[in-house]
């Protein structure tokens, strides 16, 4: 007996003693592994595992701490740059179970065991979103006939600018009825009010009124058959080539009930500014403590927004909120300032789109008006104004404006701030002279989108939408703006313009007068877009596509009687997303991208001018790289659905480590993402090294 006991014992030890040799293997079996990194290989019962996330986390640092990198064509991983401290690191990919999770510290070779997914619905839980969404039954052409667009239409508001403009479709949450929602004699019903929950519910049975109560059926049959077993019909690929070379770092900030848009971390046209140093994030419609998050420190804290006037209106007000299976009757928004984007200036301070006060304009803003821009078409209220906040003085300033903001950006010259925001006008502020003078009417104007129908060059009388176009008049368009863009090339500006069929606007603020472009089918429902240092515009459709415009590729007249959005069909070209398709539309992506960024610097070290596409339904982002995709993903934790980007290059001469994208997760419900409530919004860093071992 005592015989057989050493026996076992002995073989135990040299089992030990081989599992302790390979785990402190030479490192060249995986690359340099240094004493900030761990690395290793990942293999599998089918061998080396290429393509696959390791994930090395902490919780101890003052906000959730991830690092992600894939692993090469041999399995071999290494994750550079870690802070001292003890790790979980795990494997999770594409047809594997997550593996178990082994504690190590910077300086050690690691090797990693995975196991393949026993099933294609075990495999399938990590599907990006777009995999399930791709489930849903789309319907026929005499259900959607009254809607504009018809079916086009119906996927513009499903896809883009309505549900997947603020959910991520797809996603556990979403694929399922929650058990808190209560029981109902029909999963329609059960649809029916899950759309009213929360603080959006008005917003979301507005969107279903609009397309005549459609989705319910869809939506249901689409919940039915994925708790019947139903599986995505297609797998996504594993990463490969550039993706490889990604290093993702994931931190959290805000609370588990904001919804977090958009975030600034340095000033648009010279990205070198404020190196390593904060980036101010606007929480839409759900709080006025702004999140500041220091990358040195790993610390998230808050700035608090006041409002200028006592009477402005709060996103608790609304009354007509249902209980929520997540929060109850909780109002778990409460916001006055219903920020929406920060932008850094080029002398640190971080402006905003922020409600100030209570809707109706002052008098300089109105009929009446000796100001120029109310001359030209006065305006009676607006809905969100501007702020800036000066980080030396601690100030948080009011910037009163007739037109309303949504988006902001700078032109090249540093001082004039354009805006987007609604009231079918562009509206931009003279930033020296705001601080100058402290004058807020002085250092604004506006103007409406007018057509150069009649093609003299001149600004001249118009006729209003919707009447038709007369001899020596110009046309207004109905139309206002989403995205903006100053063009660095000539001083115009170009604006996205939402909706079926959606188009582009260019602006010039000389002559006062607009050029309108659309897209040609088979794209069309334009959302987010930016512009590229040639003036090549760059937008997200609704179509699945990614949209190229150049307008130095038009051949026809640019103004006249003709040019109403159909003029420069050449001046398009549409790239297809990546993703799969709905059964029925097998020539379009499914991916629906809210916003376009273009890296007009190489802050990401991809190229200059490279575009950036939010990968809503993809959990990442999809760069346009020599005509090629290239997705960038977070894996973990599942539901990263981006909406804000911006690169900065923190130090030039250091290589991949002095560069990336900071992007931000903006749904609204974080208490969605895999964890559940208690969830923060994440902040993501996107870094390019030149190979996945590169330290």
């Known amino acids: 007996m005592n015989s057989a006991r050493r026996t076992v014992g002995l073989l135990l030890t040299a089992v030990w003693i081989g599992a302790a040799l390979a785990s402190a293997a030479p490192a060249s079996r995986a690359g340099k592994v240094g004493m900030h990194d761990i690395g290793g290989v990942v293999r599998s019962e ?152 929360g603080q959006a519910g008005r917003e979301m049975m507005g969107l279903l009124g609009f397309l005549h109560g459609v989705p319910i059926k869809y939506l249901a049959d689409w919940t039915d058959r994925i708790a019947a077993g139903a599986l995505p019909m297609s797998s996504p690929p594993r990463p490969t080539g550039l993706a490889r070379n990604v290093v993702v770092t994931v931190h959290d900030w805000a609370s588990p009930t904001a919804y977090l848009h958009d975030l600034s971390s340095t000033y648009r046209n010279n990205p070198t500014m404020n190196p390593y140093g904060k980036i101010y994030g606007a929480p839409e419609l759900s709080t006025d403590d702004f999140p500041v998050f220091d990358p040195t420190t790993r610390v998230a804290s808050t700035l608090h927004a006041p409002v200028r006037d006592a009477d402005t209106p709060t996103t608790a007000d609304d009354p007509a909120v249902q209980p929520s299976p997540y929060w109850g009757n909780e109002r778990i928004w409460h916001s006055h300032a219903i920020a929406h984007n920060p932008e850094y200036d080029p002398q640190g301070r971080i402006w905003y789109t922020a409600r100030v006060r209570a809707a109706d304009n002052p008098a300089f803003c109105k009929v009446g008006s000796n100001h120029p821009s109310a001359r030209l078409y006065p305006l009676e209220s607006s809905s969100r104004q501007l702020a800036v906040y000066d980080p030396r003085s601690q100030h948080y300033s009011f910037v009163d404006t007739c037109f309303s903001t949504h988006h902001l950006q700078f032109a090249s010259d540093g001082r004039t701030l354009w805006t987007s925001g609604g009231q079918e006008v562009v509206g931009w502020l003279d930033t020296a002279e705001f601080e100058r003078t402290g004058d807020a ?63 582009i606007v260019r602006f010039d603020p000389h002559t006062m007068l607009s050029e309108y472009y659309q897209p040609p089918l088979p794209g069309f429902g334009v959302r987010g877009a930016d512009i590229d240092s040639h003036g090549v515009v760059w937008a997200s459709l609704g179509s699945g596509h990614l949209g190229r415009f150049d307008r130095r590729l038009c051949k026809g007249p640019l103004n006249g009687p003709n040019a109403t959005g159909t003029q420069c069909p050449e001046g398009w070209h549409l790239y297809r997303l990546p993703g799969p398709s709905f059964v029925d539309r097998p020539q379009e992506s499914i991916e629906s991208s809210y916003y376009t960024w273009v890296d007009q610097h190489n802050t990401l070290g991809l190229g200059n001018d490279v575009p950036i596409v939010t990968g809503n339904l993809m959990d990442g982002v999809h760069a346009l790289v020599n005509g090629e995709f290239v997705t960038l993903t977070v894996p973990y934790p599942l539901g990263f659905y981006d909406k804000g980007v911006d690169g900065r290059i923190d130090d030039a001469s250091a290589g991949w480590k002095g560069r990336g994208l900071w992007v931000t997760s903006g749904d609204r419900t974080p208490f969605h993402h895999e964890g559940g409530k208690g969830n923060k919004p994440l902040i993501v860093h996107f870094q390019m090294r030149p190979d996945p071992l590169a330290d």
């Open 441 to 503: 009417a002085a250092a604004q104007r506006w103007a409406p989108v007018v057509l150069d129908t009649d093609g003299n060059g001149k600004l001249d009388r118009w006729t209003e939408p919707g009447a038709p176009t007369r001899a020596g008049m110009d046309q207004r368009l109905a139309v206002s703006i989403y995205a903006v863009m100053p063009d660095p090339t000539d001083g115009s500006v170009w604006g996205s313009v939402i909706g079926y069929p959606g188009g």
């Open 46 to 197: 089918h061998g080396p595992e290429a393509g696959v996330w390791v994930i090395a986390e902490r919780t101890d640092l003052p906000t959730r701490y991830a690092k992600i990198v894939v692993s090469d064509d041999r399995g071999r991983y290494l994750i550079p740059e870690l802070p001292a401290g003890r790790y979980q690191v795990w494997v999770r990919g594409y047809g594997l179970l997550d593996s178990s999770k082994v504690g190590a510290e910077p300086g050690r070779h690691l090797d990693l065991q995975a196991h393949a997914a026993p099933n294609a619905a075990a495999a399938a839980r990590i599907y990006p979103p777009a995999y399930w969404y791709a489930l849903m039954h789309l319907p026929s052409d005499a259900e959607v006939a009254a809607i504009p667009g018809g079916l086009n239409g119906y996927l513009t508001y499903m896809k883009n600018i309505g549900c997947v403009g603020c959910h991520q479709m797809g996603d556990l949450a979403t694929r399922t009825l929650p058990d808190g929602l209560g029981r109902y004699a029909s999963s329609q019903a059960a649809w029916l009010r899950r759309l009213q929950s």
